[in-house]
């Protein structure tokens, strides 16, 4: 199924796999595609997986569409407003605990709390600071019921406390891996040296397909791997290209590489391009003035 097949109703449940099932939730837009995927997992015991926006409607679905069985588990795979916000609520009706890495600033890298400590605040991609798991998940650790099993892999990048969760042959990559677009990696929140760590842990995995949060499910895992990591060491060229010793902003670099971005994202391609530049400065390749922060002048040396 590509995403051009891919067209959920919202609210509407959708089988994917035995045992697995689907509610799009209605929050389409640039950066949500057509929603948020919460999958349902199991029949009798049931895992849901990102609840998804605090919206009613999509709370009424999930309880609608597991009615039949137990939701036993919560499980979120980061701390968005498009994934997480819901899980309180569901969790006050069903008595589920909710499962997650931990708050929206766990995992988050050195350089990153460093620029978060220096003021430097995310961009409106929707962090979700109230979230609290109720059982902390790291690398390795597994839940179970006597229908399934989902084994946690950390994979910050996108966010610190992102996770995606191995089914098997299969993998939630929540936002980590989509098709229908490159992950996000947005400062101080995203980190892009985990993001690519990231999708080397998820190379090593021989998964015959991942379900992600938004768009269809990608049925070619290691294909996908390989574009993105490719997609990101092409628009780290691009940089590299653009750079000269006199040095550029952010904002420059950014239109000098983004040259047919849709209006609506340039400040989302600009934190991308800072994401590049902070990678790029922590390996040595560029130079940041006065220092590392998002009004610096980078520069490439002769």
């Not at 990102?50 to 701390?79: E, F, K, W, Y």
């Not at 790029?280 to 002048?297: E, K, M, N, Y």
Request: proline share 7%; net charge negative.
């Amino acid at each position: 199924m590509s995403d051009h097949e891919f067209d959920p109703v919202a609210g509407h449940p959708l089988q994917l796999a035995r045992g697995l099932r689907l509610i799009l939730a209605p929050n389409p837009s640039p950066m949500t595609y057509l929603g948020t995927n919460t999958y349902l997992l199991g029949n009798t015991s049931i895992a849901v997986i990102d609840p998804g926006p605090d919206d009613d409607d999509h709370l009424a679905a999930i309880l609608a569409a597991t009615h039949t069985g137990t939701i036993s588990h919560i499980i979120v795979t980061h701390a968005h407003l498009d994934h997480s916000p819901l899980a309180r609520r569901l969790s006050a009706h069903t008595g589920a605990p909710v499962h997650g890495y931990g708050p929206a600033t766990a995992g988050r890298s050195t350089i990153m709390q460093r620029l978060a400590d220096q003021g430097f605040a995310g961009g409106g991609e929707g962090i979700d600071s109230d979230f609290a798991p109720d059982i902390i998940m790291s690398s390795g650790d597994c839940v179970s019921t006597d229908e399934w099993t989902l084994k946690a892999l950390h994979t910050p990048g996108h966010i610190g406390n992102h996770l995606s969760l191995i089914w098997g042959d299969a993998i939630f990559t929540g936002d980590h891996v989509m098709g229908w677009a490159s992950s996000l990696v947005s400062p101080p929140d995203g980190d892009l040296t985990d993001f690519m760590a990231s999708c080397e842990k998820l190379a090593q995995i021989d998964a015959r397909i991942y379900f992600p949060g938004h768009g269809a499910p990608v049925t070619i895992p290691s294909e996908r791997i390989a574009w993105l990591v490719a997609h990101r060491r092409g628009r780290e060229a691009q940089i590299l290209d653009t750079l000269s010793p006199e040095g550029l902003t952010v904002d420059q670099i950014t239109r000098a590489v983004y040259t047919d971005v849709n209006p609506a994202l340039i400040a989302a391609a600009k934190r991308n391009v800072f994401a590049h530049l902070v990678d790029l400065q922590q390996r040595g390749l560029i130079t940041a003035c006065p220092d590392l922060q998002s009004d610096a002048i980078f520069a490439i040396e002769n």
